[in-house]
């Protein structure tokens, strides 16, 4: 079974720019959520979606959003990027919001 | 709000030699509590979970880790580490009833050497 995906790898945007990132959950998985992972940190929830509904949102500012997919894909945008984004961002995927959370390999994004 | 904290930022061992990683956590309801591994270059993997039940649960690879409610602890624990075992260990809780948010701690660094 494939796990999840997300796609790009590695990107590197300059500041002020918009960054797309995207996710594709296990095939079943209908939540989808996504962390932020700074250097020596652990993972900072972002956002979950569930059945294409925000169920969840951290403490992060306005500039992140999401959205879920009929077929449970998700993307996160990030708009005016900041020095201080850059980080690797993980996806995840369950079958609901408590069970064991599923990792993709995580987009590494540089902000310049 | 919830928190995680692990105490040990970086473990180094031997091979053979046990290990204990601490892990509390704050939050005063029900909670589902797991340990995630990620070894250099690889995704983030489950290793355990624990739900309810047997406070004592197994995990892959030899791994265990004990639920103490009264501590608001769920410590990883094996007996005898292996030069594989070297990765980062992060402890994570969630909410049985708020449960969008995965919190993790900062995680452990663990460096077994031959």
């Known amino acids: 079974d494939a796990g999840v995906t997300q796609s790009p790898t590695h990107l590197i945007k300059t500041r002020g720019q918009h960054v797309t990132l995207r996710c594709s959950p296990i095939?079943?998985?209908?939540?989808v959520s996504w962390y932020q992972q700074v250097l020596g940190q652990g993972p900072q929830f972002i956002f979950q979606y569930y059945e294409k509904e925000e169920r969840g949102r951290g403490n992060f500012p306005d500039r992140f959003s999401a959205r879920q997919f009929p077929n449970y894909s998700s993307e996160l945008n990030v708009n005016a990027l900041l020095l201080g984004d850059s980080a690797l961002y993980l996806c995840a995927s369950s079958l609901q919001g408590n069970q064991p959370q599923h990792f993709g390999d995580g987009t590494r994004l540089s902000i310049l | 709000a919830q928190s995680v904290s692990q105490h040990n930022h970086h473990v180094i061992l031997s091979e053979a030699a046990s290990l204990e990683l601490g892990c509390n956590y704050s939050?005063?309801?029900?909670?589902?509590l797991f340990w995630y591994v990620q070894y250099p270059g690889q995704h983030l993997q489950l290793l355990l979970k624990?739900?309810?039940?047997?406070?004592l649960v197994k995990g892959i690879k030899g791994f265990e880790a004990e639920f103490i409610k009264s501590k608001f602890s769920f410590n990883l624990r094996k007996p005898s580490v292996q030069w594989s075992d070297t990765a980062e260990y992060f402890c994570a809780v969630i909410s049985v009833f708020n449960t969008d948010k995965l919190i993790f701690g900062t995680g452990t660094r663990l460096q077994v050497f031959p």
């Open positions: 624990y739900f309810s039940g047997d406070p």
């Open positions: 095939s079943g998985h209908k939540s």
């Open positions: 939050y005063g309801g029900t909670v589902n």
